[in-house]
């Protein structure tokens, strides 16, 4: 039998995908659960890396023409009514606010007093504030096109929660459009959806599958709901954008309209589309290893680790200063638009100083000893590659070569997943085979399992229901690439003439 691998993360992947999460998230230091059920406590690393996030795909609007602002987290209960779909949509896991006063009790605690007129909800996203908004903004069609973003909290009441990935309060960003022709508010539908495929691929090194949502996965409220889809390392499909156009559904329930160059009063057509903080779990669970998170260089908090060794105390103050002093020059050097973020690890606490930067994902680790210092040299390690493989580098060098060597670990990265998608994407034309496919082996502990199926849908809802009901698999989305070709439904035989992406989700 071969010997069990040492992992720094127990289960490992294949033992446990679910348990091997938590611990993951735990041992990068990046957050943890909170005093409030289905909350979660950003810690510095976890946010550092969300602040990355949102500075490149922030650029990355403002490029479009987009513009941030900020509004109420409080919705009046009426606004979220004018959308039926919509209400209905949210209206099973909203956060109701009715008192606005704390009292003493009879019994010495607080109650809630002061009760409000009309209950105000905690955003579960803004359309309908935004709306009331765009409404007092937009009279001609001057005024159009209207572009707003805004970064902010919203709280869906979740029953089941995992950090990261599905959380009652997580963070986001939404965008809102309004515009004078239903082609213009598509056009930007499309646009932002591209923006997001671009973010996901070139930052995150996350590869995207781009598509329409059938109509049961759409938006509440939505005309068509576009979206990038990314599979994991357990081979379930992460929902990780989405970019709504809304047709002049919403702006009919806001009263968004405008007098058009003919003088003529229209409703707006408008769009929204929104990320959130679940681009980190799906980051985690596209690149991390039995040792911990990989952070992709383009998104990572730090990019190097400077870890100064030194035995005698005679040894120290010398290490210490040519650590500091490489950490210097380091962070001079530019790196995909950003100077070059340098940890350098001071604690005097022995070997587990590196175990911890792999476990945190820092992309690459350079020790320094007496010996490299003697030789300006340190003694170097990729997080994309085995923790033991580590080689002597020059100084020289190392400043020389840095940016390029975080590149081919993004590049790395992005190609490791790519590939492990084609591995598990399968095209399947038979319903017993489908079926095989997406039923564990195991099925009180089911092990890790089927992918992607590419598979012919007659496009009846009814099909993808009992589908659904069966597997737990959904239509992913109805890809934008491929072929238009005939085939027959993979439920119900009849003919289709397109494949859809079936799997199971986040
Ligand atoms: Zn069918």
């Not at 990355?60 to 009514?81: D, H, Q, R, W």
């Not at 105000?120 to 996203?125: A, D, H, S, Y």
């Not at 599905?166 to 939404?174: A, G, H, I, M």
């Not at 002597?392 to 992005?414: S, Y």
């Amino acid at each position: 039998m071969a010997k069990k691998v040492q992992t720094a993360i127990t289960p490992t992947r294949t033992e446990d995908y679910p348990q091997w999460y938590q611990q993951v998230v735990k041992a990068s230091d990046m957050a943890e659960s909170s005093p409030v059920r289905g909350c979660m406590v950003i810690k510095p690393w976890g946010y550092a890396l969300w602040e990355n996030i949102q500075k490149s795909m922030d650029a990355m609007f403002k490029e479009t023409g987009v513009k941030n602002a900020y509004f109420p987290l409080f919705i009046p209960l009426s606004f979220l009514e004018k959308e039926a779909e919509h209400v209905e949509g949210f209206a099973k896991e909203c956060a109701v606010v009715t008192h606005h006063r704390l009292e003493e009790g009879p019994d010495g605690g607080l109650v809630p007093a002061g009760k409000l007129t009309e209950p105000l909800i905690v955003r579960p996203t803004s359309e309908t504030i935004i709306g009331d908004s765009f409404s007092k903004w937009i009279n001609s069609y001057r005024d159009l096109p209207v572009l707003i973003n805004q970064w902010a909290n919203v709280v869906r009441w979740e029953m089941r929660t995992r950090t990261f990935l599905r959380t009652s309060e997580f963070l986001w960003q939404e965008g809102h459009t309004a515009h004078a022709t239903s082609e213009e508010a598509v056009a930007r539908t499309e646009q932002m959806l591209e923006v997001y495929a671009k973010f996901a691929e070139e930052y995150l090194a996350m590869p995207v599958i781009r598509g329409t949502k059938s109509e049961s996965e759409r938006f509440p409220g939505a005309v068509d709901t576009l979206c990038i889809e990314a599979m994991m390392q357990d081979r379930k499909a992460l929902q990780a954008g989405t970019s709504h156009f809304l047709g002049q559904n919403f702006a009919k329930g806001s009263g968004i309209t405008f007098q058009s160059a003919e003088e003529k009063e229209e409703y707006a057509w408008t769009t929204s589309w929104g990320t959130s903080t679940r681009l980190i779990g799906g980051m985690i669970m596209t690149h991390g290893d039995d040792d911990g998170v990989i952070m992709p260089p383009r998104v990572a908090p730090a990019h190097v680790v400077l870890i100064p060794i030194y035995r005698k105390e005679n040894e120290k103050e010398e290490v210490l200063a040519y650590t500091r002093s490489l950490a210097k020059e380091l962070s001079q050097v530019t790196y995909h638009g950003r100077n070059i973020v340098v940890e350098v690890d001071e604690r005097e606490i022995g070997g587990t100083r590196g175990w911890d930067w792999i476990k945190k994902g820092i992309p690459v680790r350079a020790e320094i000893g007496p010996r490299d210092m003697k030789e300006d040299s340190v003694f170097m390690a990729r997080r994309d590659l085995s923790p033991k493989e580590k080689r002597g580098v020059k100084r020289e060098e190392l400043l020389a070569t840095l940016p390029e060597i975080l590149d081919e670990i993004q590049n790395t990265l992005f190609d490791r997943a790519l590939a492990h998608r084609a591995e598990h994407t399968r095209r399947i034309d038979g319903k017993e085979d489908f079926y095989a496919w997406f039923t564990p082996e195991s099925a009180d502990k089911p092990e890790i399992h089927a992918g992607f199926a590419l598979s012919h849908w007659c496009g009846n809802g009814a099909c993808e229901e009992e589908i659904k009901n069966d597997l737990k698999v959904t239509i992913r989305c109805i890809p934008f690439e491929g072929e238009e070709e005939e085939g027959t439904c993979i439920c119900c035989g009849k003919p289709s003439k397109k494949r859809v992406i079936f799997a199971k989700a986040y």
